[in-house]
């Protein structure tokens, strides 16, 4: 067959050239993008023509359930933010009871939190590492991951000091600026559809700590960069690890939500909280004591959407660090 | 003789490479994990992928495994330990070298699978980013030389080595050889966070392991140029001959080993740029330098 049979009726690249595309699945398994994640790319040679990214979880509770066992259930909807949406189903109960957390245990329960933020940005950065191939900094950061899942707030004030100089050191990695500035950019107005560090590191000044109280109380500034690619995405992550850092340190001890009290047989709850990767929501209706609708909304879905508009035309490498540095998290796709 | 002692010594630097860069892997010294792995894989089933093209998918491997063999063929370990002296060695080094790249895209076409047919041509583009990075240095030391023979190059660095005559070139050289073999940061055709394994996603068994083999038949190769080259070959004090080049060797591979993983993959459209419009620059200005230093001050 003549060349030109062989290309007639196939696809034309923006650059005029006729060639076969490619749809490969880079998922749901695959190094340095989150498990569960069905990232399907058409590749026009080694660029990306165009990506679609789906989840794969399919692990939404059944309803109805009883109302003290949603926190464990929806705790174990995610692997990757399994005490915020704990948090999150505690405070929507405690919504719909009408009650208020005491202070002392808001200010651990936030401590918690931030704990959380803290391992899942160094379980990123890991990932991000592995996927850009600097097996140093992935080693390093996973091994300081597994060392924060469940320290007490003492022996993280006692490791403080060496994360902030690893997340000092990060930046200063020969190459890794060249290799991440310009990747991935969202601007300013695109990036208001989203939430959590990927806005902020757009300079949107957006995150559900802000009006928090007990956060105030700890002294909570909101930190955002400029720029709005994958390394300004890097940035604001490392920033706020020293952020909940010192978070941590003000607040001194750590609990996890436990299961809520005097919830009503019922009623209407709302509540959100600052997952590592955004705003995460959870409205629920109670009714006999059980949960018999619920609606949660995670950053997944409008960043899982910007996918292929953000990926179009870009190489095949840069298409995937700049995915990676979304840190997607399929699992609390919206339920 | 010289033959046997030659293959049995790059057997033995495959084998410390491979200690070596398991080491800098995976943070730990063993000494057993090396055959160990070797084991495993031949141990392992040798799963075929549904169609592939099979004379590239079972020839790749084996064609680089025989590249490495014949650029190994004019290093020398000693003087008349060489397995052929050719009056043309520096030229013969760099045309076995030219088949890594046919070899790497039929292991990259053979499986008939993305990944791998994606850092096939990866290679390809790698390359032509190399190529000119490779031949341009050497046409430098074998000015010096005045000759093409891989002995009388180590012999003409008797005085000084060429690290210090020419340190544009070895710098070219060690970053080109770095790309020849597809060491971290310029593993495009195996990219591991991006392809999987690429060219080496579909291979598993005893194909893995002859892939494998090659490649450190190919690191050894480049490192025991590099010290041909520019560090004096087989000369220094009080060791034999043999043991200075095998140290440097493998000196040259550890080096080139750690540096990579201190850095993030490179991305190819900035490695292309950076090789034709910084190196090959810089290798026509190290050319003409060597050729004045030649003319004028003669050492």
């Known amino acids: ?335 | 003789m010289s033959t046997a002692v030659v293959l049995f010594a790059l057997a033995a630097g495959c084998y410390l490479v491979a200690v070596c860069e398991s080491w800098v892997v995976h943070g730990r010294l063993s000494l057993t994990r090396p055959a160990i792995s070797a084991l495993a894989l031949l141990g392992r089933e040798q799963i075929l992928p549904r169609t592939p093209d099979r004379l590239f998918f079972e020839t790749g491997p084996v064609l680089l495994l025989i590249a490495g063999l014949m650029s190994v063929a004019v290093i020398p370990l000693a003087p008349g330990l060489i397995i052929t002296d050719l009056a043309i060695g520096a030229l013969f080094l760099n045309a076995a070298l030219a088949y890594v790249l046919v070899a790497l895209i039929m292991a990259g076409w053979g499986p008939n699978g993305a990944y791998g047919m994606i850092g096939g041509w990866r290679f390809l583009g790698q390359f032509v980013a190399y190529a000119m990075l490779i031949v341009m240095p050497i046409t430098a030391v074998a000015m010096r030389a005045e000759s093409l023979s891989t002995v009388q190059i180590v012999l003409s660095q008797a005085t000084l080595w060429n690290v210090f005559y020419q340190p544009i070139g070895f710098v070219l050289f060690v970053i080109a050889a770095m790309g020849v073999a597809w060491l971290a940061p310029i593993d495009l055709p195996t990219g591991g966070g991006d392809l999987a394994g690429g060219v080496e996603a579909e291979y598993t068994g005893a194909r893995l392991g002859v892939l494998r083999l090659a490649r450190l038949v190919i690191i050894v190769a480049l490192s025991g140029a590099t010290v041909t080259f520019y560090l004096g070959g087989w000369l220094g004090p009080w060791l034999p001959g043999w043991a200075w080049t095998a140290l440097k060797t493998l000196a040259v591979a550890a080096a080139m080993l750690t540096l990579g993983r201190q850095l993030p993959r490179l991305r190819e459209a900035r490695y292309l740029a950076v090789s034709w419009k910084l190196g090959i620059s810089l290798a026509l200005a190290n050319i003409f330098l060597v050729g004045v230093i030649a003319l004028v001050v003669p050492i």
Not at chain 1, 73 to 78: H, K, P, T
Not at chain 1, 191 to 208: E, H, L, N
Request: with cysteine.
């Open chain 1, 1 to 335: 067959m003549s060349m030109v049979g062989l290309t007639e009726g196939k696809p034309v690249s923006p650059d005029g050239l006729i060639m076969e595309w490619i749809e490969t699945p880079f998922g749901p398994f695959f190094p340095g993008l989150p498990g569960g994640l069905a990232l399907m790319l058409t590749l026009d040679g080694d660029s990306v023509a165009q990506a679609v990214a789906s989840s794969l979880a399919t692990g939404a509770p059944q309803l109805p359930i009883a109302a003290d066992e949603l926190p464990d259930r929806l705790a174990a909807l995610s692997p990757l933010a399994p005490v915020a949406l704990r948090e999150l189903a505690c405070r929507a109960l405690e919504a719909a009871a009408g009650t208020t957390t005491a202070p002392k245990e808001a200010t651990a329960r936030a401590a918690a939190l931030e704990r959380e933020r803290i391992a899942s940005h160094l379980g990123w950065l890991a990932g991000l590492a592995r996927q850009i191939g600097l097996s140093r900094l992935e080693h390093r950061a996973g091994a300081l991951q597994l060392g924060l899942c469940a320290a007490e707030a003492e022996e993280i004030a006692r490791q403080a000091p060496s994360i902030k100089a690893f997340v000092s050191r990060v930046p200063r990695t020969p190459l890794l600026h060249e290799k991440l500035g310009r990747i991935g950019p969202i601007s300013t107005t695109n990036a208001q559809g989203f939430g959590g560090p990927v806005a902020r590191a757009s300079g949107i000044r957006t995150d559900a700590r802000s009006d928090a109280p007990t956060y105030a109380a700890l002294g909570f500034s909101l930190h955002t960069e400029t720029g709005g690619d994958a390394w300004a995405r890097l940035l604001q992550r490392l920033a706020e690890i020293g952020q909940s850092l010192d978070l941590i340190a003000q607040a001194g001890v750590i609990a996890l939500p436990g299961t809520a009290r005097a919830v009503p047989p019922d009623g209407h709850g709302m509540a959100s909280v600052e997952t590592p990767r955004g705003k995460a929501t959870l409205h629920l209706n109670l009714k006999d004591g059980a949960v018999e609708a619920m609606h949660l909304t995670t950053p997944f879905p409008a960043l899982a959407a910007h996918i292929g508009p953000m990926t179009a035309q870009m190489e095949l490498a840069d298409a995937l660090t700049a995915i990676a540095s979304l840190d997607l998290d399929p699992w609390g796709a919206n339920t």
